[in-house]
């Protein structure tokens, strides 16, 4: 059994899937492959990049509680997917791991389309999602899983994540997506994310869903931290349909003014970047031949994604949108 799976990158549309909203990723060129046998009572796993091996008994309770960390991913996995029967293999990578790029959602993936499992991209997503909270005790969204079983090769994916539907968006060829790591390590993210997530959701409390809010909805908020996150989200949906109609049409430097905005929303009012990512992100923009630059995914560390001419920025990933996960 061998199975494939991409990483993603997320060109507009950030800390809007768990509130239903919308966001544009890329499932990447670069991903993870889980190779091996069926067979046995355990899930066995052993990792190029990774120490230690993954010994995962079918009848696993308690995906976090397992060692080595990496392999509580291939434990929520077991878990979400309940195998009949186990599994021997290796897992390898060309994602860079804990970058930002989703290298868990891809091990997920890869792991659960290697122990059969024989859904749709969504049911797969759904479970891998379920693997992941599961995993890490962070209450994520569907973004990364569903990039990653979805992606259609030369496209952006515009996701709606309240009716869970994936459109895909094509990359006009004259245009190159970079994506550069900021170096920094994403500490904070585990517990900010489920702080960001229950403030959207005390907003939603008092104003109703997000995803169809307006802007004159939010200011109504009286609490001022509330009234930004949720201004981040109402605006940030706004700029993924925005970027959405420019990117199909060409209108590039719409597109890259409309990143420039979404990243000063997510360092402003959803205060997710750091003093690095934003410094990264004017050091692109003020690059000849950048139309924009944002952080991507989740914040506080990681990558940042540019939309450039080709040629423009040395250096980075120069990625482009790939076919989604499968098998073989
Ligand atoms: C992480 C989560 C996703 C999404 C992004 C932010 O990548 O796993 O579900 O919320 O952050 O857009």
């Known amino acids: 059994m061998r199975a494939w799976a991409p990483g993603r990158v997320n060109l507009i549309g950030d800390h809007t899937d768990y509130t239903g909203g919308l966001a544009l990723p890329m499932a990447l060129n670069l991903g993870t492959t889980v190779e091996g046998d069926l067979g046995g009572e355990m899930v066995r796993l052993r990792s190029d990049g990774e120490d230690g091996e993954a010994a995962v008994p079918l009848s696993i309770e308690d995906p976090r509680a397992v060692e080595p960390a990496w392999a509580r991913y291939v434990a929520g996995v077991v878990w979400a997917v309940r195998?009949?029967?186990?599994?021997?293999?290796?897992?390898?990578?060309?994602?860079?791991?804990?970058?930002?790029?989703?290298?868990?959602?891809?091990?997920?993936?890869?792991?659960?389309?290697?122990?059969?499992?024989?859904?749709?991209?969504?049911?797969?997503?759904?479970?891998?999602?379920?693997?992941?909270q599961r995993a890490s005790g962070v209450p994520s969204?569907?973004?990364?899983?569903?990039?990653?079983?979805?992606?259609?090769?030369?496209?952006?994916?515009l996701m709606d994540c309240h009716a869970l539907t994936v459109t895909p968006v094509p990359v006009p060829d004259d245009v190159e997506v970079v994506v550069v790591d900021s170096g920094q390590a994403r500490t904070l993210a585990t517990s900010a994310y489920g702080d960001r997530r229950a403030a959207c959701e005390a907003a939603e409390d008092r104003i109703g869903p997000l995803r169809t809010a307006t802007v004159a909805d939010v200011e109504r908020l009286e609490d001022p931290v509330l009234r930004s996150r949720a201004r981040h989200v109402v605006t940030e949906n706004q700029r993924v349909q925005g970027f959405s109609a420019a990117l199909s049409a060409g209108r590039l430097v719409e597109c890259g003014r409309l990143m420039v905005e979404s990243h000063r929303s997510l360092a402003e009012d959803f205060e997710v970047s750091t003093p690095r990512l934003d410094a990264l992100?004017?050091?692109?923009?003020?690059?000849?031949?950048?139309?924009?630059?944002?952080?991507?995914?989740?914040?506080?560390?990681?990558?940042?994604?540019?939309?450039?001419?080709?040629?423009?920025?040395?250096?980075g990933w120069h990625v482009r949108g790939a076919d989604g996960a499968r098998v073989g």
């Open 83 to 132: 195998p009949r029967v186990g599994f021997d293999g290796r897992v390898t990578t060309t994602l860079p791991i804990g970058a930002g790029l989703s290298s868990s959602a891809a091990l997920e993936v890869a792991m659960a389309l290697a122990l059969g499992f024989a859904g749709s991209p969504l049911e797969l997503a759904l479970a891998c999602q379920q693997a992941e």
């Open 281 to 315: 992100v004017a050091t692109l923009t003020a690059t000849p031949g950048v139309f924009g630059a944002r952080l991507t995914g989740a914040g506080f560390g990681g990558c940042v994604v540019a939309l450039a001419e080709p040629g423009a920025i040395e250096g």
């Open 141 to 157: 969204g569907i973004l990364d899983q569903l990039a990653s079983a979805s992606g259609v090769a030369g496209h952006a994916l």
